[in-house]
């Protein structure tokens, strides 16, 4: 009688345990594979443009002014990422709002929401780090500009590193 109530017992736990390990793996795949998939997506377009950016710096005037053609590439380039952007915005504003979140899936969306805090100087990314280049860029000498460029992507990448490593420690948790 008591060994069958014993029995009974485990064999519910393990079922629990399948259950929330199924829930895990569900979250994981469909919203944290997207929403990292979509923040390096993000992470790409920054660093190509960025580096774009300075090869352009290399070829033209010696003092970027507000009519440079940098900007204008900035400024297009940031208007064909909005879609990037939303989507992220989309799921991080989703995961965030979730009252069952782990530690672990908290700790990636603070360090994402670094990111962006970083890159566009808001939470949400309804602006974009191009735009906040553009501004730094103006007045500033090719030489100048190049640093900055090089510093601003030195530090996304930096940004970019913390979220993996977020991202790894929270699949190491939900992925068994």
Known sequence: MIIDLIDKLI????????EDQRVKKSMHDDFVIPLIGQFEEIHNNY????????DLINDGNSLILKTD???????KDSLSSDIMRIKLAALW????????????????LEYIGRYLEFAVRSPIPNNDARVNLSSDLIGATKEQASSIIDEKLNLLQSEFAYVQEQYQKLKMKMVK
């Open 69 to 75: 053609p940098i900007l204008k590439e900035i400024k």
């Open 93 to 108: 504003r989703i995961l965030e709002g979730r009252r069952d979140n782990s530690d672990n899936l908290m700790r990636l």
């Open 47 to 54: 660093t190509q443009t960025f580096i774009k950016y300075r």
């Open 11 to 18: 064999s519910r736990i393990i079922e629990l345990l399948k």
